[in-house]
């Protein structure tokens, strides 16, 4: 500084405050009641981006990504702004169609994307699939609601030359904290499952009456500690699953969205796994129906490609799943009513369900 000259301006205050500061608000999904607003600090913000995007390199070949999911989701947001601090490429579909999907990723040589199992399917439907050149593909991560085995399977033989990944999260933990990795997919045994927990992630399966830890394989609430979680500390999830002893999990549903029918309690997912196996059933959701009797019954709401009959899916169930979990309820739809972010309001389906019976 000279002598007499004014004073430089002072660098700025920088204190841990800013840190605290909320500088991204997400809601969650609302499936099981309205959606709850989540606040994510700037520190948050900045360690989630930073864990899982690359810095940007200005020697790097920047890759080309499409984001077609919505922004509010939790992988939209982060995966926008980790493409950015990335420094790649993103294609951004404002609405997804499956028809203009197919068509951005063979213009523009996308490589990665993210979907959700409703999004997936109706790509591998579509009529311009076939005749697509989709080589630019990399990787498909696949996440948000849960993929049918049979679905997850087509894909990969439809897509050879694709890695999929399958993440599992919520917007309480910023995202995914198990993934299911490329190579696990080919092992049957792992079918159905989201995979192990991710580094730095603690997970419990727990009774959730007791809060105590459940025997390995048997279904309980999944508890969540990690650097990630917006709250701190141990997070309950919601989400039934069971845990194997490699330590891969296996959704069952969410807590909320449990059938208890006579007292036998259990999620709809293996429900729907055994009636989507039917070769009629093109897609199908299952949901507990309100019964003086029991308590609930088991309702199903099912796009079928051929006329289809209760008993004919009770039949083929019968050596699938356990006889109290067979449908009893049965609504032919044209098609399952899914969110924006893949998901499906189980009330929503019950109510569809029982105006039709």
């Given at each position: 500084?000279?002598?007499?000259g004014?004073?430089?301006?002072?660098?700025?205050?920088?204190?841990?405050?800013?840190?605290d500061?909320?500088?991204?608000?997400l809601?969650?999904?609302?499936?099981?009641g309205l959606?709850?607003t989540?606040?994510?600090?700037?520190?948050?913000?900045?360690?989630?981006?930073?864990?899982?995007?690359?810095?940007?390199?200005?020697?790097?070949?920047?890759?080309?990504?499409?984001?077609?999911?919505?922004?509010?989701?939790v992988?939209?947001?982060?995966?926008?702004?980790?493409?950015?601090?990335?420094?790649n490429?993103?294609?951004?579909?404002?609405?997804?169609?499956?028809g203009?999907?197919l068509?951005?990723?063979?213009?523009?040589?996308?490589?990665?994307?993210?979907?959700?199992?409703?999004m997936?399917?109706?790509?591998?439907?579509?009529p311009?699939?076939?005749?697509?050149?989709?080589?630019?593909?990399v990787?498909?991560a696949?996440?948000?609601?849960?993929?049918?085995i049979?679905?997850?399977?087509?894909?990969?033989?439809?897509?050879?030359?694709?890695?999929?990944?399958?993440?599992?999260?919520?917007?309480?933990?910023?995202?995914?904290y198990?993934?299911?990795?490329?190579d696990?997919?080919?092992?049957?045994?792992r079918?159905?499952?989201?995979?192990?927990?991710?580094?730095?992630?603690?997970?419990?399966?727990v009774?959730?009456?007791?809060?105590?830890?459940?025997?390995?394989?048997?279904?309980?609430?999944?508890?969540?500690?990690t650097?990630?979680?917006?709250?701190?500390?141990?997070?309950?999830?919601?989400?039934?699953?069971?845990?194997?002893?490699?330590?891969?999990?296996?959704?069952?549903?969410?807590?909320?969205?449990?059938?208890?029918?006579?007292?036998?309690?259990f999620?709809?997912?293996?429900v729907?796994?055994?009636?989507r196996?039917?070769?009629?059933?093109?897609?199908?959701?299952?949901?507990?129906?309100?019964?003086e009797?029991?308590?609930?019954?088991?309702?199903?709401?099912?796009?079928a490609?051929?006329?289809?009959?209760?008993?004919?899916?009770?039949?083929?169930?019968?050596?699938l799943?356990?006889?109290?979990?067979?449908?009893?309820?049965?609504?032919?739809v044209?098609?399952i009513?899914?969110?924006?972010?893949?998901?499906v309001s189980?009330?929503?389906?019950?109510?569809?369900?029982?105006?039709?019976s």
């Open positions: 500084m000279r002598d007499g004014p004073s430089p301006a002072s660098p700025p205050n920088i204190t841990d405050t800013a840190d500061a909320d500088a991204l608000i809601f969650t999904s609302g499936t099981t959606p709850k989540v606040g994510i600090s700037s520190g948050q913000l900045n360690m989630r981006i930073r864990g899982i995007s690359a810095p940007f390199r200005a020697d790097a070949k920047p890759s080309v990504g499409m984001m077609c999911v919505p922004f509010f989701h992988g939209g947001s982060l995966g926008m702004l980790g493409s950015l601090y990335s420094g490429t993103s294609v951004v579909q404002q609405r997804f169609d499956a203009e999907w068509r951005l990723v063979s213009e523009y040589r996308v490589s990665a994307t993210f979907l959700v199992p409703t997936l399917q109706r790509i591998l439907d579509h311009d699939f076939t005749n697509t050149d989709l080589t630019s593909l990787a498909i696949y996440g948000a609601a849960a993929a049918p049979t679905l997850v399977r087509r894909a990969m033989a439809a897509l050879p030359h694709v890695a999929f990944a399958n993440v599992f999260g919520q917007t309480e933990t910023l995202g995914a198990t993934t299911l990795l490329p696990d997919h080919r092992d049957s045994v079918a159905g499952s989201v995979g192990r927990p991710l580094p730095g992630v603690e997970v419990r399966v009774d959730p009456t007791t809060g105590n830890d459940v025997e390995p394989g048997t279904v309980g609430e999944l508890w969540v500690n650097t990630q979680n917006v709250t701190g500390g141990w997070l309950r999830t919601g989400d039934l699953a069971r845990q194997d002893a490699d330590g891969y999990i296996f959704p069952s549903g969410r807590l909320g969205d449990t059938i208890n029918r006579g007292g036998e309690k999620g709809p997912i293996e729907e796994e055994a009636l196996s039917h070769p009629a059933v093109t897609d199908v959701a299952v949901a507990g129906i309100a019964d009797e029991l308590g609930q019954r088991v309702g199903a709401a099912v796009v490609r051929a006329p289809v009959t209760l008993e004919e899916l009770r039949s083929h169930c019968r050596e799943i356990a006889y109290f979990k067979l449908p009893e309820r049965l609504a032919i044209d098609e009513p899914y969110s924006a972010t893949g998901k189980r009330h929503q389906i019950a109510t569809l369900i029982s105006d039709q």
